[in-house]
Nanobody, 119 residues
Framework: QVQLVESGGGLVQAGGSLRLSCAAS????????MGWFRQAPGKERESVAT????????YYAGSVKGRFTISRDNAKNTVSLQMSNLKPEDTAVYYC????????????WGQGTQVTVSS
């Protein structure tokens, strides 16, 4: 069973940048997709960005496209999210997640890390 630990959250002013990291323990298979999700107070968890572990193909939510970049380091079993030009509406708890195959949903999660963007 893969376990995930996020780091890198914090408080930043609007327009600033943060980098989130997710360290995965256990073996990551080529069929896996890793992703970053976020949940703001009173809202449902939403997908931010995902990356295929094997091909590196990526997906971004429209609200973050052009501002966020997801990347992976296969050798270190880590997934990162570089966030730039942050906006107050990016404030949320950010979670790292794993989907073990395309026929499954994301069902392995880290504990989350808080990102707060002040105006």
């Amino acid at each position: 069973q893969v376990q995930l630990v996020e780091s890198g959250g914090g408080l930043v002013q609007a327009g600033g940048s943060l980098r989130l990291s997710c360290a995965a323990s256990g073996r990551i298979f080529s069929s896996y997709t890793m992703g970053w999700f976020r949940q703001a107070p009173g809202k449902e968890r939403e997908s931010v960005a995902t990356i295929n572990w094997s091909s590196g193909s990526t997906y971004y939510a429209g609200s973050v496209k052009g501002r966020f970049t997801i990347s992976r380091d296969n050798a270190k079993n880590t997934v990162s999210l570089q966030m730039s030009n942050l906006k107050p509406e990016d404030t949320a708890v950010y979670y790292c997640g794993v989907r073990v195959s395309v026929s499954r949903s994301f069902d392995i999660w880290g504990q989350g890390t808080q990102v707060t963007v002040s105006s």
